[in-house]
């Protein structure tokens, strides 16, 4: 079946499934498969659950006319995706970088959606499944798209850009994450990068964060929008940020419920892309005002009397070392750390651990606790826990009060568990 016959199913059916747990009546079912699964094995299942029709790519599990037979089911989602993607003419913004791309993604849609019909990424399906999942969820009412890319090797956000066609980019920023994949950090900087390589050959503009020295070489040859601290088409500054980040810009006060200053670059990156598309300045104020951060994303939760910053959705060494700087500058009396395991970071892992224990040694902490990972692997003076659950038993003794907590660690780390039981 060619990509334009299985898009015409696609009108009739606009709803994509690659599970059957999920899958309702209708639903197009394309069984996709990894190292651990084969979506193939349950085709069968979806078009019994309801699905209209089940894309396959082993002709072992064809059941009749339901079925369509492709040579590789993913290969044919993507380029499913790039059809259909090919049918709009309105902005496509990708956002990618190492740090603060959900958040920025999240800040961007919020500041948009005042103005215009804008589909976004669900939480941060930024992924070769993700992304075309993404775009096929774009209707026809669409004014903008904002479409985030995650990577962690080479040639990836250059796949990804070959079929969301972006026609505006921002890179957040490069730092250490994923080194297990990329290699480096010049290779992490010319992964990232390769989101500007389509934008320059495509005469795409990016919103380029201007502090960043490293972005203003990568940029060249661009349409720019600038932004940052000193210099740009959107100059701002972090006002205070204890607990919460606010923003002064050219005169517009934002108080945001963003935990850190290190925040400040997503919302100068979100006011830059409102005012481009001609947002007007109070809608961008009340948008990113009234955006609350969840799923463990710099959220500020009270209990009892004690204050707990919780950022444990995901961590590498830039961000860690951020908010670590960051919290030993809020104003309390009593702080403890919790940090967990940093992933994907090969050979430089060892290296980038000591480092965070060695900049905790520069401040005073009530209490600090590191967990799993390779913490395990290093001497430090500081409690040490395998894993969270371990480190919620010991949190849970310690019947803190009047304290301030910092609980941040990579996602496979699950540090969230640590306020399991409290």
Not at 111 to 134: A, D, E, R
Not at 354 to 373: E, F, I, N
Request: proline share 3%; with cysteine.
């Amino acid at each position: 079946m060619t990509i334009e016959a299985l898009y015409q199913l696609f009108l009739q059916h606009p709803s994509i499934s690659t599970d059957t747990r999920t899958i309702r009546t209708g639903d197009l079912y394309f069984a996709l498969k990894g190292p651990s699964f084969n979506g193939n094995l349950f085709a069968r299942q979806a078009l019994q659950k309801g699905a209209a029709y089940a894309v396959i790519d082993e002709a072992a599990q064809a059941a009749g006319d339901k079925t369509i037979l492709v040579e590789d089911t993913l290969q044919t989602l993507q380029e499913l995706a790039k059809h259909h993607r090919q049918t709009f003419s309105i902005p496509f913004i990708a956002i990618t970088g190492s740090n603060g791309k959900t958040t920025t993604k999240e800040l961007i849609h919020q500041v948009l959606s005042g103005t215009y019909k804008t589909y976004t990424t669900q939480g941060n399906l930024n992924n070769q499944i993700g992304v075309p999942l993404t775009l096929l969820k774009i209707r026809r009412d669409a004014g903008m798209a904002v479409v985030e890319m995650g990577a962690n090797h080479l040639r990836e956000i250059a796949s990804y850009c070959s079929y969301a066609l972006p026609t505006h980019g921002i890179i957040t920023n490069c730092g250490k994450a994923h080194l297990e994949g990329f290699g480096s950090e010049e290779n992490i900087r010319k992964g990232k990068g390769e989101l500007y390589d389509f934008l320059r050959e495509h005469r795409g503009t990016a919103f380029v964060m201007w502090d960043y020295a490293y972005l203003q070489e990568m940029s060249r040859g661009l349409t720019i929008i600038r932004y940052g601290t000193a210099e740009g088409e959107v100059v701002g500054r972090a006002k205070q940020s204890d607990p919460f980040l606010e923003v002064e810009i050219d005169g517009l006060l934002i108080q945001t419920q963003l935990v850190g200053a290190y925040n400040l670059p997503n919302v100068l990156a979100a006011v830059a892309v409102g005012r481009h598309f001609s947002v007007p300045d109070a809608v961008i104020k009340a948008a990113i005002e009234a955006y609350r951060p969840s799923n463990s994303r710099s959220q500020l939760i009270e209990q009892g009397s004690n204050k707990i910053v919780l950022d444990a959705y995901n961590a590498n060494p830039s961000s860690m070392q951020s908010a670590i700087e960051n919290f030993a500058r809020m104003h309390a009396t009593s702080k403890v750390v919790i940090l967990g395991g940093m992933a994907e970071l090969g050979s430089q892992s060892l290296q980038e651990h000591q480092a965070l224990v060695d900049l905790l040694k520069r401040y005073s902490w009530k209490r600090v606790a590191l967990v799993g990972g390779d913490f395990l692997q290093i001497q430090h003076p500081y409690s040490s826990f395998p894993n969270a659950a371990a480190a919620a038993a010991w949190f849970q003794e310690q019947h803190f009060t009047d304290t301030h907590i910092l609980i941040k660690g990579s996602r496979s780390m699950q540090m969230e568990k640590v306020l399991q039981f409290t």
